[in-house]
């Protein structure tokens, strides 16, 4: 299973990176991860005109897009979009961070689950 994070290098600045999480055959159910320690879960209502400037994660999360579409733009200037489906892992919580913005002017639902620092993916 495949998807994206944004994080900060050791100047501040954010870049996209993939991860690919391994997964095992957990027979009729499908394959499986091995099990993650997990904070907080956060359910959240974006504006369709929502359009936030440079910030950082305010803490290591894991974002989950469940309605609608947006925008994520980090250091180097390069932009990708995500909608309903998308897994991200924000982990640029220092530096510059990245801007994100509402797309098509759609609400967004998603659901933000905390993340510890020592979990490695």
Partial sequence: MKFTRIYNDEEGKS???ELEL?????GPIGFLSERFP???IIFR???SDY???W???PQR???FIIKGR???KVSSGEIRQFGGGDLLLLEDTEGEGHCSKALFNEIRHSIFVTVPEDVIF
């Fill in 15 to 17: 870049h996209f990176g």
């Fill in 22 to 26: 391994a997964l095992k055959d957990g």
């Fill in 38 to 40: 997990a904070g907080d």
């Fill in 45 to 47: 209502e974006t504006p």
């Fill in 51 to 53: 359009d936030f400037k």
């Fill in 55 to 57: 910030h950082p994660a």
């Fill in 61 to 63: 999360q894991l974002l």
């Fill in 70 to 72: 947006c925008e994520f």
